[in-house]
Nanobody
Framework: QVQLVESGGGLVQAGGSLRLSCAAS????????MGWFRQAPGKEREFVAA????????LYADSVKDRFTISRDNVKNTVSLQMNSLKPEDTAVYYC?????????????????WGQGTQVTVSS
């Protein structure tokens, strides 16, 4: 069973950038489709981005497209989310997730393992 630990969250001003990382242990990262989700206060958790096992396919939520970039390093067992042009509405707890399924997906229910999350706060 893979364990996922997120890092890189923090407080940033609107227009700034942050890079989140997700470190995997207890498993081989290339086994999993990887995704990032987020949950803002008082809202349901939502899809942000996903990447296929070897990184050839990516998916993004419309709200982050052209601002966020997901990437992975299967040798280092890490997945990253580069977030640029941050907006106050990006404020949320960001979660890394791993999926043993076949297709790269935005569906939260398809993901099998989750990290504990890292807080991102964007001030206006």
């Amino acid at each position: 069973q893979v364990q996922l630990v997120e890092s890189g969250g923090g407080l940033v001003q609107a227009g700034g950038s942050l890079r989140l990382s997700c470190a995997a242990s207890g498993g081989t990262l290339s086994t999993y489709i990887m995704g990032w989700f987020r949950q803002a206060p008082g809202k349901e958790r939502e899809f942000v981005a996903a990447i296929s096992r070897i990184g050839t396919r990516t998916l993004y939520a419309d709200s982050v497209k052209d601002r966020f970039t997901i990437s992975r390093d299967n040798v280092k067992n890490t997945v990253s989310l580069q977030m640029n042009s941050l907006k106050p509405e990006d404020t949320a707890v960001y979660y890394c997730a791993a999926d043993l399924g076949i297709r790269t997906t935005s569906s939260e229910g398809e993901y099998d393992y989750w990290g504990q999350g890292t807080q991102v706060t964007v001030s206006s």
